[in-house]
């Protein structure tokens, strides 16, 4: 198996670590390395930068102000940028660029790429996404949030629930009910809706690591333009499992850096505290170094399938699935090296509640508790380890569906009648 890049990757991954030497100061080891004020200034400064010198939104068409790099070119930039501990754009983008962006270049119309694309990239639209419900997570099908045309505006009412950055937000894409007499999933209409009005309220989620990423978002009589429909009206759900591809495909190439960083700062963990001479933390460690590895290789196979031009599909499934339970695996053991300290962690707290920590991140009990807490969510949000290994065993080994109880129109399952 032959895994060198191309000699054009070569000639570009050179290019992008000139930049990078160009505009980072000469000290740096890391954004994870600056505390939380001056992380968040460093990243207001560095998307403009970004922005400034066509490195933001690589992957859209220069039309669209994106600046058209190929697949390979892509992967790279992200490579080197993972490695040097510096991130790909603001703390919006993996939403309005890396989801609802690219999304709206698939499906949808020239009038709304011209309109929402350029407000995306200047910051000026912020978005979140509003998908799970209380009684429609894993089963996303079974949301019950209904918008109602009225004249020129969609009416919509109802609720969602863990909606990452909500509270920073100021515009929310969601998936409500349009049809209740159709079978559940062809029944759901993708709007784009403003959240600056009156029948829009943000209620922040308190999580166990004391962060409030995650919101609730209740809408009352909320409204939005009826050309504000994303796709066919009551054709959303493909459009959202198109953004769901999105997110849980569009970093299979690169994961397994950012892990393997974590995974060699537990090792300095380890060694300075001597936990390497119990057996035990050793071989539990050596099965983390083996995961990372085969997350590597997961890596080149998602970047093969990304360079002949397959989109995200139900193959990103094995990727979410497997990061999400390595990273409860492998901070149960990071705590377990910590013993004690744990108990009374001190210290940084992490920077982000998801995944892992920025790279330079400090190597104290604070940071890694904090990781420890977050990780439990991974294999919740952006769709559960159960609904993932549905998912794996139908689409891909072909196995039989599992019994459903709540087949048929919407309107007649239980509780919705």
């Not at 979410?320 to 705590?335: I, M």
Request: overall charge negative.
């Amino acid at each position: 198996m032959d895994l060198s890049y191309p000699p054009e990757a070569t000639a570009y991954r050179d290019k992008v670590r000139s930049f990078l030497s160009q505009h980072l100061p000469k000290d740096w080891k890391g954004i994870g390395a600056l505390n939380h004020e001056d992380a968040a200034e460093f990243t207001t400064k560095w998307r403009q930068i970004l922005s400034d010198n066509g490195y933001l939104a690589v992957n859209w068409p220069k039309e669209y102000g994106g600046a058209g790099l190929t697949a390979l070119e892509s992967v790279v930039l992200a490579e080197e940028f993972a490695r040097a501990g510096v991130p790909t754009g603001g703390p919006n983008d993996g939403f309005g660029i890396g989801m609802l962006g690219n999304t709206i270049q698939v499906w949808g119309t020239e009038e709304q790429k011209k309109h929402f694309l350029p407000r995306v990239l200047s910051g000026e639209d912020k978005w979140c996404q509003g998908y799970s419900e209380p009684a429609a997570g894993s089963d996303l099908g079974n949301l019950g949030c209904r918008a109602e045309l009225d004249g020129d505006e969609w009416v919509i009412n109802g609720q969602k629930i863990w909606t990452s950055a909500g509270h920073l937000a100021n515009h929310i894409f969601v998936l409500a009910r349009t049809n209740t007499e159709n079978v559940k999933h062809k029944g759901i209409t993708f709007l784009l809706v403003d959240m600056r009005q009156k029948g829009v309220e943000v209620r922040p989620i308190k999580m166990m690591s004391g962060d409030s990423e995650f919101n609730e978002v209740f809408f009352s009589d909320a409204r939005c333009p009826k050309e504000n429909v994303v796709g066919e009206v009551n054709g959303g759900w493909a459009v959202a499992m198109t953004l769901l591809g999105n997110e849980r495909g569009a970093a299979a190439a690169v994961t397994g850096i950012s892990f393997r960083g974590e995974l060699d700062k537990l090792r300095a963990l380890a060694e300075e505290r001597g936990a390497f001479s119990d057996p035990s933390i050793r071989q539990r460690f050596t099965k983390c170094y083996t995961k990372v590895e085969i997350m590597r290789f997961m890596g080149y196979q998602a970047l093969t399938s990304f360079l002949h031009g397959t989109k995200p599909g139900a193959g990103s499934s094995i990727g979410k699935l497997w990061w999400s339970e390595y990273h409860k695996e492998v901070t149960e053991l990071a705590v377990d090296i910590l013993g004690a300290d744990a108990l009374v962690p001190t210290g940084q707290t992490p920077h982000t509640a998801f995944t892992t920590d920025e790279v330079g991140s400090p190597n104290d009990s604070a940071n890694w508790v904090g990781v420890f807490l977050n990780a439990r969510a991974g294999t919740i949000y952006a769709g559960t380890s159960q609904v993932q290994r549905g998912i794996v065993g139908e689409q891909i080994l072909g196995l039989p569906k599992e019994p459903r109880a709540d087949g048929g129109p919407w309107n007649q399952i239980p509780g919705h009648g």
